[in-house]
């Protein structure tokens, strides 16, 4: 087994929930090629730290390879990862494109900013994906994501509709993956700080101001006034999403 030094409690947990996630859903097969869709925040780091670790660990060979599409907010922030894939030997894809420029312009008037430039970035994943004959597209999603995309799906469009642990795309030539599931933002963001990863803020002149945010701040109000709620709640949407996975193999 790969060694790191002695590892903080949150290194731990995510290298360990996410090892857990991995092996319980089959999310990973030898020979597998895994695009990491890698926007610069936070939880897209800490997978990218992570899965090089796992990559070490499992007891067959698979591949990585960095995605990243720069919205063009600031068409430099992305040399942290470059840099960082050239010191530790990871494949990647890093392109500047003007979908959020496009998504805050005039020649976006029915769609909300956030929809349009999250819609022109997964069209462009997928299609890198093809191009590199990748298996996987690994998303950074989090069981809070998992929360508040539930809670978003019920007050917009009043269906019950969660985020899939693993999903089949174009006839299961590539298979979506979200390798961070079982752990909590909180969690993520503390390993990040103790793996010094050169995580950037969002430029995006729409961050903390999208329908997302708001969810997230009223489950947050709710969650104040008993912890015990955020942790069921979160138990089971990921019991759901689990069973379904395992149901659906």
């Not at 936070?42 to 670790?53: E, F, G, N, P, R």
């Not at 996987?136 to 989090?142: C, G, I, K, P, R």
């Amino acid at each position: 087994m790969a060694r790191w030094g002695k590892l903080t409690y949150a290194q731990k947990q995510c290298l360990g929930a996410t090892g857990k996630l991995m092996q319980q859903t089959e999310m990973v097969y030898p020979g597998a090629r895994i695009g990491i869709a890698a926007s610069g925040g936070v939880d897209s780091w800490l997978m990218l730290k992570i899965l090089t670790m796992r990559q070490r660990i499992v007891p067959f060979p698979f591949e990585l390879m960095v995605l990243h599409v720069n919205p063009g907010f600031d068409p430099h922030n992305h040399a942290p990862l470059a840099a960082w894939l050239k010191e530790n030997g990871v494949a990647g894809h890093i392109e500047l494109t003007d979908h959020g420029l496009r998504a805050h312009s005039d020649e976006n008037q029915k769609k909300s900013a956030c929809f349009y430039c999250a819609h022109q970035r997964r069209k462009r994943l997928f299609e890198l994906c093809d191009q590199y004959k990748l298996t996987h597209l690994a998303m950074a999603h989090t069981a809070d994501d998992l929360m508040a995309t539930f809670f978003m799906n019920i007050f917009e469009t009043g269906k019950v509709h969660g985020m899939s642990i693993k999903e089949d795309f174009f006839g299961g030539v590539l298979q979506m993956i979200r390798p961070l599931m079982y752990l909590e933002k909180k969690t993520v963001i503390k390993a990040a700080k103790d793996f010094d990863l050169p995580v950037w803020q969002n430029p995006c002149p729409s961050a903390g101001k999208t329908r997302r945010t708001e969810t997230e701040d009223w489950l947050a109000e709710r969650f104040t006034r008993d912890k015990r709620i955020k942790s069921n709640v979160l138990k089971a949407l990921q019991r759901w999403q689990l069973d379904i996975t395992l149901n659906t193999k």
